[in-house]
């Protein structure tokens, strides 16, 4: 009888041992599956932010020295540029100093940095600008110092630029605009000044 007992208590506790090793088990097996899981999403995260800042810096330098689109707004540089125009700017020439009398350029403003301003190179430094009106009988003239460009918008009855806010830095500019995209019907490289008389006067 005694031996009956003994038999009868040990099963229980057999099965129960069986049951613990397998929830021991079972735990184990979540545990590695879920440190797998862990692993592959970190593994994949930090691939996807490592080429996000990798494709990041390749946009970045090729908007600073290659070049992009933008939207203009503004009278002041019609009839050449009208307001919602999309042309394309190139960086290049102002990093080699490739700006020239007559091109068009994206500035940063010198009375608001945060802002941008579109406008016509109208001298470089050392150039002699003519800044009364034509039919003044007095004329009066300025020149670029060192470093520094004159820009004037196309539209001079509608523009604020030089003429008001003097020359400004030759690092102010952002990029040389040359291509208009948008709207179709005026597409193509941009049209020369037509105030060829505001260039250089000797």
């Known amino acids: 009888m005694s031996f009956m007992k003994l038999k009868a208590i040990s099963t229980p506790l057999t099965v129960i041992n069986f049951i613990n090793n397998n929830n021991k088990k079972s735990g184990q097996w979540w545990q590695s599956l879920h440190r797998t899981m862990l692993r592959g999403v970190l593994g994949k995260t930090f691939r996807l932010v490592g080429y996000t800042i990798q494709y990041g810096c390749i946009a970045h330098c090729a908007f600073e020295y290659v070049g992009g689109v933008v939207m203009c ?50 001298g470089l430094e050392g150039d002699k600008i003519l800044t009364s009106s034509p039919s003044d009988f007095f004329k009066s003239h300025n020149y670029v110092p060192t470093g520094h ?54």
């Open 73 to 122: 707004s503004g009278p002041s540089m019609e009839p050449t540029i009208q307001n919602s125009d999309i042309v394309f700017a190139e960086n290049l020439s102002r990093h080699f100093y490739g700006i020239q009398r007559g091109d068009i350029v994206i500035a940063k403003s010198p009375s608001d940095p945060k802002s941008n301003i579109c406008k016509r190179v109208i």
């Open 149 to 202: 460009v004159w820009l004037e918008g196309d539209n001079l009855q509608n523009s604020t630029d030089s003429r008001y806010y003097g020359p400004i830095p030759y690092g102010l500019i952002r990029g040389r605009i040359f291509f208009k995209i948008w709207p179709l019907s005026d597409f193509g490289f941009l049209r020369d000044s037509p105030n060829g008389h505001r260039f250089s006067d000797d």
